[in-house]
C-alpha cells in the first residue's frame, strides 16, 4: 500500500510538471488529467469532447485533492444534469442514478463521439456489437437513423429484431422517411407519440390545406378540433369535433327536408382556396365532382353563388336541376342578381325566408 500511494504521488508530481511546465502545487487542470487518461485524450481531441461549455473537472469533482489513483475523481450521473426519461425501449419503472446512466452508455460515449449527440461509435446490444456512423439527422439516409443503402446497420436499425418497421435484418413494412425524431422523441424514449409538431406527417393533405389562411387555422391548431384518445398515432387516436360544436347557429342545407347535408358536403375545414373553406371542387346531389371558385358574395357574380358568364357553375347553381331559378344546366326564370345571403340564410339551411 506505502508503494502505491509513494507511486501515486510521484506521477501525479510528473503529470503536474509534464502539463503545466513547473512543480507548482496546484490542483490538477484537464490537460492534467489525461496524461493517465489517454484514450480520452485522443477522443477529446478528435471530436471535441463532450461540451465546450466544461472540462474534465466540470464533471468529475475531485475527491482526494492533490492525489490521484483509483476513484480519485467522482463520475456523476447522467441524469444529475439531463432530467427526464432516460432509455429505449420504454421500461417498467423509470431507472435513476446509475442504472440511468448504464441505460444512456448503451448508445451514447460521453467524452466525446465523431457521431452527433454522442453518440458511440460501437453500440453494444445483448453482448453484440454494432459499429455506427450517424452524422446525419435525416430518418433515412446514408449516417443517418435509417440507411437505405444498407438496410439494416443504421443507428435505430441494429437493435429492431421484431418491430414493423426497420429490422436488424434489413426488412419491414414502409415507413416514412422524415427524422425520426418528428415522431419519436428521445424524452418518450424514442416511443411514437402524436403532437402538434408532428400531424402533418401522417396527415400530410389536410396540413398543407391548413397551411392556407382562414378562420381555423388563424385560431386552432390541430388539438383545437381533435382531441387526444390516445397518444400513440393509429387509427381513432384522436377525436372529429363536430361542426355544430362550434356553429349552432348554423342549419345546413336540406333539399329533401331534414337532418340535410352535411357540413363537408360544402366545406373542408381543414382550408381551401375558396373564401368561407368552400370546397374546391364540390361533389354535387347528383353525384358529379364541379371545380369551384367562390370569392365574392355579390350574388350573379363570376366567383359568386351564380356566375354570370358561365350559367350553372356557381356554387349554388351546380346542384339545382329542379329549383325555379339558377339551375345547374344554365336555365331557370329571373331572378334577384344581388346577394343572396339576405333571403337564404344559413341559419335557416339557405330556405328562402
Known amino acids: ?16 510538471i509534464v502539463a503545466s511546465g513547473s512543480a507548482a502545487q496546484t490542483l490538477p487542470t484537464s490537460p492534467e488529467c489525461t496524461g493517465c487518461h489517454t484514450d480520452h485524450l485522443t477522443t477529446l481531441a478528435a471530436t471535441g469532447g463532450h461540451s465546450p461549455l466544461t472540462d474534465c473537472h466540470g464533471c468529475h469533482e475531485d475527491r482526494r485533492p492533490n492525489r490521484v489513483g483509483r476513484r480519485h475523481r467522482s463520475k456523476p450521473n447522467c441524469t444529475d444534469c439531463h432530467a427526464g426519461p432516460s432509455g429505449h425501449p420504454t421500461p417498467k419503472t423509470e431507472p435513476k442514478g446509475v442504472r440511468a446512466s448504464r441505460k444512456c452508455l448503451t448508445c451514447h460515449d460521453v467524452h466525446g463521439s465523431p457521431n452527433l449527440h454522442l453518440v458511440g461509435t460501437d453500440v453494444i446490444r445483448r453482448r453484440l456489437v454494432f459499429p455506427i456512423a450517424f452524422t446525419n439527422a435525416q430518418g433515412a439516409a446514408a449516417g443517418g437513423f435509417t440507411d437505405p443503402e444498407h438496410p439494416g446497420r443504421g ?51 389536410q396540413a398543407t390545406r391548413f397551411a392556407r389562411p382562414s378562420a381555423h387555422s388563424a385560431r386552432f391548431a390541430c388539438s383545437g378540433c381533435h382531441a387526444e384518445i390516445a397518444p400513440t398515432p393509429g387509427p381513432d387516436h384522436r377525436a372529429i369535433e363536430a361542426c355544430q360544436s362550434c356553429h349552432a ?6 333539399p329533401a327536408g331534414p337532418p340535410g347535408l352535411p357540413c363537408t358536403q360544402c366545406h373542408d375545414p381543414h382550408g381551401t382556396g375558396n ?7 364540390l361533389t354535387t346531389t ?20 351564380a356566375s354570370a358568364s358561365a350559367p350553372g357553375t356557381g356554387v349554388c347553381e351546380v346542384c339545382h336541376t329542379t329549383t325555379r331559378f339558377y339551375r345547374a344546366d344554365g336555365t331557370g326564370d329571373s331572378h334577384f342578381t344581388f346577394s343572396c345571403l339576405p333571403c337564404h340564410l344559413h341559419a335557416q339551411g339557405f330556405r328562402p325566408q
Open 1 to 16: 500500500m506505502r508503494m502505491r500511494a509513494s507511486s501515486a504521488r510521484a506521477l501525479f508530481a510528473a503529470v503536474v
Open 155 to 205: 443507428l435505430c436499425e441494429v437493435c429492431h429484431r421484431t418491430t414493423d418497421f426497420y429490422r436488424r435484418d434489413g426488412k419491414g413494412m414502409p415507413h416514412f422517411t422524415e427524422t425520426c425524431t418528428l415522431c419519436h422523441l428521445h424524452a418518450d424514449h424514442f416511443d411514437a407519440v402524436a403532437t402538434e409538431a408532428n400531424c402533418g406527417i401522417c396527415h400530410a393533405d
Open 249 to 254: 347557429d348554423n342549419a345546413t342545407h336540406a
Open 275 to 281: 373564401t368561407h373553406l368552400v370546397l374546391d371542387v
Open 286 to 305: 347528383g353525384g358529379a365532382q364541379v371545380p369551384i371558385r367562390f370569392d365574392n358574395l355579390d350574388g350573379r357574380v363570376d366567383g359568386s353563388f
